[in-house]
């Protein structure tokens, strides 16, 4: 890889910014100043220094978002706010997208990353990856729905869903749920609930695949995922 290119990847600045840094003799590769930035350098194996600090080089990113309502899983809009614009612009560097997408009034776990590979193994409706969501629901869930999402639900348009695993958490007027389904159709959960005359009022995702909400991220925050996650979301 080019020099120049790894650290305008980086972040470090526009390919122009980033000449200007290596002309200045800013930057180091296993303790020579190279100043040329078509030097082919290998990040992995080769130390590169910038300014004084060693450059980590990493190709791929994994994020870990509490995404709020009234955002988007894009990556742009010309109107609305998206995750992406939560993101730092050191992060947006990397070209992260959402991995799936949560609705715009639907808040809870989604993960961000450039990782095409791992995207695609977790969205493929063959590898089953189950998704799991806290609800809030108008009226009182029993055991008869239960039963119903075990079974899987005709929808609005004909299409019977896969089994869901329904677990009551509190029954009442409101009545509190947890879901985990492993299909990701458009507005499943609230179009599940509306096949068996309920609506949903409150909608959160809490799981995907081995991965679980950090519960110590705000709403709008996200943090990187650390290796063992980011391992286990692979094992998936």
Same mark, same amino acid.
């Given at each position: 890889?080019?020099?120049d290119?790894l650290?305008?990847?980086?972040g !470090?600045?526009? %390919?122009?910014?980033v000449?200007? $840094?290596? /002309?200045?003799? #800013?930057?180091?590769?296993?303790?020579?100043?190279?100043k040329?930035?078509?030097?082919q350098?290998?990040?992995?194996?080769?130390t590169?220094?910038?300014?004084?600090?060693k450059?980590?080089y990493?190709? @791929?990113?994994?994020?870990?978002?509490?995404? &709020?309502?009234?955002?988007?899983?894009?990556?742009e809009?010309?109107?609305?706010?998206?995750?992406?614009?939560?993101?730092?612009?050191e992060?947006?560097? @990397?070209? &992260? @997208? &959402?991995?799936?997408?949560?609705?715009?009034d639907?808040?809870?776990?989604?993960?961000?990353?450039?990782?095409g590979?791992?995207?695609?193994? $977790?969205?493929?409706?063959?590898?089953?990856?189950?998704?799991?969501?806290? #609800?809030?629901?108008?009226?009182r869930?029993?055991?008869?729905?239960?039963?119903? !999402?075990?079974?899987?639900?005709?929808?609005?348009?004909?299409y019977?869903?896969?089994? +869901?695993d329904l677990?009551?958490?509190r029954?009442?007027?409101?009545?509190?749920?947890?879901?985990?389904?492993?299909?990701g159709? !458009?507005?499943?959960?609230? %179009?599940?609930?509306?096949?068996v005359?309920?609506?949903? %009022?409150?909608? /959160? %995702?809490?799981?995907? +695949?081995?991965?679980s909400?950090?519960?110590?991220?705000?709403?709008?925050?996200?943090?990187e995922?650390?290796?063992?996650?980011v391992? #286990?979301? /692979?094992? /998936?």
């Amino acid at each position: 890889m080019r020099l120049d290119k790894l650290l305008s990847n980086m972040g !470090f600045g526009s %390919r122009k910014e980033v000449k200007q $840094l290596l /002309k200045s003799g #800013a930057v180091q590769v296993e303790g020579t100043v190279i100043k040329d930035g078509k030097t082919q350098v290998n990040p992995v194996e080769q130390t590169i220094f910038l300014l004084g600090e060693k450059v980590v080089y990493k190709e @791929f990113i994994y994020l870990m978002m509490n995404k &709020p309502q009234g955002v988007i899983s894009a990556t742009e809009d010309v109107q609305q706010e998206t995750v992406i614009d939560l993101l730092s612009e050191e992060d947006r560097h @990397f070209a &992260p @997208f &959402p991995v799936g997408r949560l609705d715009k009034d639907t808040e809870g776990l989604l993960l961000l990353t450039n990782d095409g590979q791992l995207s695609h193994a $977790l969205l493929s409706p063959k590898k089953h990856v189950p998704k799991t969501y806290y #609800a809030i629901i108008e009226g009182r869930v029993d055991e008869n729905d239960v039963s119903a !999402f075990k079974e899987g639900v005709l929808l609005d348009d004909g299409y019977k869903t896969k089994p +869901g695993d329904l677990t009551i958490l509190r029954s009442g007027e409101t009545s509190e749920i947890e879901l985990v389904i492993t299909e990701g159709k !458009f507005h499943q959960v609230k %179009r599940m609930f509306a096949a068996v005359g309920k609506k949903v %009022r409150y909608l /959160k %995702r809490i799981k995907m +695949g081995n991965l679980s909400l950090d519960e110590s991220l705000e709403l709008g925050e996200y943090r990187e995922l650390t290796e063992d996650e980011v391992e #286990a979301l /692979k094992e /998936k």
